[in-house]
């Protein structure tokens, strides 16, 4: 019986199609924004992390479309829409 994935293979199993351009953004202004950092805590992908002078820094490679970014920082921090049709995450279960 094989071991089970842990979440790090599960999330490379899905595929990402590059979109023309990013689907979130943070907002003009915004860089410094404390609701930022909760985007750190919250991304299931990790894709939110503190650089050395504690300012928020992320990629958009392996974003999921959840969401939760949205939810934890507020629309006035992210600039948030769904990738173009054909783009972004395919999942795949394994
Ligand atoms: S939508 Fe989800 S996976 Fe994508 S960056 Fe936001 S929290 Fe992370």
Partial sequence: ???PLNLKAKLGLNVF??????????K???EKDPRLK???LVCPAGLYSLNDKGEVEFTIDG???CGTCRIACGV???DWKYPHGGAGVQFRFG
Wanted: glycine share 4%; with cysteine.
């Fill in 63 to 65: 974003c999921l479309e």
């Fill in 1 to 3: 019986m094989s071991e």
């Fill in 76 to 78: 006035e921090v992210l």
């Fill in 28 to 30: 003009p202004g915004m």
């Fill in 38 to 40: 909760r985007a750190v």
């Fill in 17 to 26: 199609k590059e979109d023309k351009e990013r689907h979130i953004n943070i």
